[in-house]
């Protein structure tokens, strides 16, 4: 079945360390999005990928990273910058890039910094 | 840039009562509507989208949703909740340039 594979679902980390969460896509979508999830506080953006080798900054960019060098992966990288990382960390595509397309949502990873 | 205001922090609901979620959006055009759902620890599932057309739409899991353009909403409905439905629920709006979501409604089931 197609879908979004985030990985791993629970990661700890102690603080000053950078980790990556993984999110791969067999659905070939060409828009990759990764949000990031608070209580009380819906989903906010924190970068997309329209296309390969492409990324744009959404509206919590400060202390995030990601590449797009394969159209089916769109890794986040949480790096020490990021001053509360603690967080639930979701990947999405879409088949059509533009904002009018629905989501397709990977199962989260859960990061916990200590 | 749109906003979206889903004003019910939490609802609760018996099993088998009718349901309905609001959610209310700024924008200046048509905009791209949406509903999804979540269950605890996973990712959103989209229950059903409105671009243009018929301002009542169907969903999955036998919600419905109805666009009131002169009220800026899009309100989530379902006759009769089961207890399966329990979850939390976000209303988005997608324009030009972005997508917003609101923060969200939680949805309690009791027997």
């Known amino acids: 079945d197609g879908g979004i594979t985030q990985s791993p679902k629970y990661l700890f980390r102690k603080e000053g360390q950078n980790v990556t969460l993984s999110c791969e896509q067999n659905?070939?979508?060409?828009?990759m999005y990764w949000y990031r999830q608070d209580p009380g506080q819906g989903l906010r953006l924190i970068y997309y990928?329209?296309?390969?080798?492409?990324?744009q900054k959404g509206d919590i960019a400060e202390g995030y990273s990601v590449s797009r060098e394969k159209k089916e992966s769109f890794p986040l990288t949480v790096t020490s910058a990021q001053k509360n990382p603690t967080a639930f960390y979701l990947c999405?595509?879409?088949?059509?890039?533009?904002?009018?397309?629905?989501?397709?949502f990977g199962n989260g990873t859960r990061l916990t910094v200590t | 840039a749109q906003s979206v205001t889903q004003p019910d922090i939490h609802i609760t609901v018996s099993e088998g009562a009718s349901l309905e979620l609001r959610c209310n959006y700024s924008y200046g055009a048509t905009p791209y509507l949406f509903w999804y759902v979540q269950s605890p620890g996973q990712g959103l599932q989209l229950l059903l989208k409105y671009f243009s057309g018929d301002t009542l739409v169907q969903g999955i899991k036998g919600f419905e949703a109805e666009f009131k353009r002169s009220q800026s909403s899009f309100n989530l409905r379902k006759p009769s909740v089961h207890w399966s439905d329990a979850a939390e629920y976000f209303c988005a709006v997608g324009s030009n340039n972005d997508m917003r979501f609101g923060a969200g409604t939680r949805l309690t089931v009791k027997p």
């Open positions: 999405a595509s879409s088949s059509r890039t533009g904002w009018n397309s629905p989501l397709h």
């Open positions: 990928s329209q296309i390969v080798n492409d990324f």
């Open positions: 659905l070939n979508h060409d828009a």
